[in-house]
């Protein structure tokens, strides 16, 4: 146990976290998100897509701001596995429970950092014959991007730090946060 966790028994007040975007924040743009979503999609069920882990918080907030009818799948995405930088190693560690031919897609994810997961993903779904393929992020790190990725439906653009909360973690930490933080020093983690 490193000192800062000794000395903090708040979670949510872990002085290792500067605060970037509060719940409140994060809930006002997902009910617009939503909205957007659901007057896109009115009359055409489309599947939406959460990438495990990260996006599991978002993604149930994100259906419940959503007033039309939608499917919820989920795929699980090889990640940084444990550090602070994308590998660019991507594999799917848990696939979709069903064909998505002919299917509206939307792809559900926490953060768009290099684009190298994202990119693949939207491939790899549109070569399984969907009908279209669309991408709902939370947090896009533009700064970082190493491979073009179109989002559709995005909440907020964000400078070039390492954040956790709201279903993103530092080695399987802090996705339990009701809001985003920078992680200051992942050395002292
Ligand atoms: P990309 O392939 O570099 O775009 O990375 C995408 C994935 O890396 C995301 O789905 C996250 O799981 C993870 N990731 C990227 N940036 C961060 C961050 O700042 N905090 C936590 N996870 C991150």
Do not use: H, W
């Not at 509060?22 to 999609?41: H, N, V």
């Not at 660019?88 to 069903?98: A, H, N, S, T």
Request: proline fraction near 4%.
């Amino acid at each position: 146990m490193s000192a800062s966790t000794a000395q903090s028994p708040s979670e949510f007040s872990n002085p290792n976290l500067e605060p970037l975007l509060t719940g409140e924040q994060i809930q006002t743009r997902i009910a617009e998100m939503g909205a957007e979503i659901a007057r896109d999609c009115a009359g055409r069920n489309p599947l939406l897509i959460g990438v495990l882990k990260g996006a599991f918080v978002f993604l149930s907030d994100l259906v419940r701001a959503i007033d039309a009818r939608v499917s919820t799948e989920f795929i699980a995405i090889s990640s940084y596995g444990g550090g602070t930088r994308s590998s660019g190693e991507v594999r799917i560690v848990k696939d979709l429970d069903v064909p998505i031919e002919g299917r509206e897609i939307i792809v559900v994810e926490d953060i768009v950092d290099t684009g190298l997961t994202l990119s693949y993903l939207l491939a790899n779904l549109e070569s399984r014959g969907a009908t279209s393929v669309k991408l709902a992020a939370l947090l896009n790190k533009q700064e970082r991007r190493l491979r073009e990725v179109k989002i559709d439906y995005l909440g907020f653009d964000i400078p070039d730090a390492f954040v956790v909360g709201y279903g993103l973690d530092f080695a399987e930490r802090y996705r339990n946060l009701p809001y985003i933080a920078v992680l200051k020093d992942p050395s002292q983690d």
